[in-house]
């Protein structure tokens, strides 16, 4: 395909088929909620995570939040790193200790290339009860 070409809206969720879930370790909590962040999410549904990197957490209760879209509504939760790496999908369920976090909405890339933002979708910005050393999990909806 050629890259001038590329539409990464055109990528539809039934492109990618069974795949593992990433999984990680919160390494560091953060306590930070911004009414105009101003995130501006990438095209692109998919990233690959990588074992030993490590990324940003952050919620944001902004329903239209999405690939190619912003996100001003966010917390910032935690960083984390991953334990187990692989491919990590918008619309992919985020758990934290077996606990449903929310659904991945997309990936800003402000603070690359030391970290990325990765935002998950939830009802609400209040923080999920979280420590050091708690398993995340990024895994396909079924």
Known sequence: MNQSNFDPNK???SVYGNRRS???????LMHATYENRGLDL????????????IHELMITDEPEAAPGGRADRVSVIAFFEITRGGLAVVGDEVSITGTTLGELAGYDLTHMPN???V?????????????????????RKI
């Open 22 to 28: 990433v999984k990680g370790e919160i390494v560091a």
């Open 11 to 13: 990528i539809s969720p």
């Open 115 to 117: 970290h990325m933002n």
């Open 119 to 139: 935002v998950v979708k939830r009802k609400s910005l209040a923080a999920p009860k979280i420590k050091i050393g708690d398993e995340i999990i990024i895994s």
């Open 42 to 53: 990438i095209g692109p549904r998919s990233r690959t995570l990588t074992k030993d990197e």
